[in-house]
């Protein structure tokens, strides 16, 4: 899989994601509502509902990001959440967040590694990443990782970009790869972090491959559901 990346400088892949994500902070959550027309919202719930059938206690969200799915999967499943991310400006905004809605006891965030997890084995009832699994720099022990920190029996629930098929696709694509990009630059004045958006979104494994790589990580079964036309995907993993 090619190793596509946001500025393309020497910097590797995860500190050139930090950056990224640190520049767009602040407007990251009015861009995400824009762009997405707010569907986003109702993908997040669809991954909410399907965790909910496993009861979780204790979740971790991994590229927590602003915290929109961290206070989702709380909200949806009165689980406790620890919220990770790698960018401390994203953090700041989802602190803040969560502060608003009087969530502190029930949802902590903190600075950290996908790829090296600082929890246990076996230790969270669900794991939750949206949006985040395509920012890895190393897909294999990123979902190893995830794998590792839930428990037995217990899944893994990936919310991720797929492409849609059919007649709609060169018409969504042409949206993705031309028209977002400007918006994106006029709101974040980041140049590069929405055209870096659809080119990691097309080099990035979706569906029945997604799936495989899913299984040839040491998941036992992996099933999916495409949302709207295949725009998104969640992916749930069972160990």
Same mark, same amino acid.
Request: glycine share 6%; aromatic share 10%; hydrophobic share 40%.
């Given at each position: 899989?090619?190793?596509?990346?946001?500025?393309?400088?020497?910097?590797?892949?995860?500190?050139?994601?930090?950056?990224?994500?640190?520049?767009?902070? %602040?407007?990251? @959550?009015?861009?995400?509502?824009?762009? *997405?027309?707010?569907?986003? /919202?109702?993908?997040?719930?669809? =991954?909410? &509902?399907?965790?909910?059938?496993?009861?979780?206690?204790?979740?971790?969200?991994?590229?927590?990001?602003?915290?929109?799915?961290?206070?989702?999967?709380?909200?949806?499943?009165?689980?406790?959440?620890?919220?990770?991310?790698?960018?401390?400006?994203?953090?700041?905004?989802?602190?803040?967040?969560?502060?608003?809605?009087?969530?502190?006891?029930?949802?902590?965030?903190?600075?950290?590694?996908?790829?090296?997890? %600082?929890?246990? @084995?076996?230790?969270?009832?669900?794991? *939750?990443?949206?949006?985040? /699994?395509?920012?890895?720099?190393? =897909?294999? &022990?990123?979902?190893?990782?995830?794998?590792?920190?839930?428990?037995?029996?217990?899944?893994?629930?990936?919310?991720?970009?797929?492409?849609?098929?059919?007649?709609?696709?060169?018409?969504?694509?042409?949206?993705?790869?031309?028209?977002?990009?400007?918006?994106?630059?006029?709101?974040?004045?980041?140049?590069?972090?929405?055209?870096?958006?659809?080119?990691?979104?097309?080099?990035?494994?979706?569906?029945?491959?997604?799936?495989?790589?899913?299984?040839?990580?040491?998941?036992?079964?992996?099933?999916?559901?495409?949302?709207?036309?295949?725009?998104?995907?969640?992916?749930?993993?069972?160990?």
């Amino acid at each position: 899989m090619k190793q596509v990346t946001p500025y393309n400088t020497e910097a590797s892949k995860k500190s050139q994601v930090e950056d990224m994500f640190d520049n767009i902070a %602040p407007k990251y @959550d009015l861009l995400n509502h824009v762009l *997405s027309m707010k569907i986003d /919202v109702l993908w997040r719930d669809k =991954l909410v &509902k399907w965790m909910n059938k496993d009861q979780p206690k204790l979740t971790l969200d991994v590229a927590t990001g602003t915290g929109d799915l961290a206070i989702a999967v709380h909200k949806g499943t009165k689980a406790d959440v620890v919220g990770l991310d790698l960018s401390q400006q994203m953090l700041n905004v989802g602190i803040e967040k969560v502060k608003k809605q009087n969530l502190q006891e029930k949802i902590s965030m903190m600075k950290g590694d996908a790829e090296n997890l %600082p929890f246990e @084995d076996n230790k969270f009832d669900a794991v *939750s990443v949206g949006f985040g /699994v395509r920012n890895f720099e190393n =897909l294999a &022990k990123g979902l190893a990782e995830l794998r590792r920190v839930v428990k037995e029996g217990k899944s893994v629930y990936i919310l991720e970009f797929s492409k849609v098929e059919g007649f709609l696709g060169p018409l969504y694509m042409f949206y993705f790869k031309n028209i977002l990009p400007q918006i994106g630059k006029l709101v974040s004045k980041d140049n590069r972090a929405y055209t870096y958006l659809p080119d990691s979104v097309n080099a990035f494994p979706f569906g029945e491959k997604m799936k495989q790589i899913l299984l040839d990580t040491g998941f036992k079964k992996v099933e999916y559901k495409k949302l709207s036309l295949g725009i998104a995907t969640i992916y749930k993993a069972t160990k």
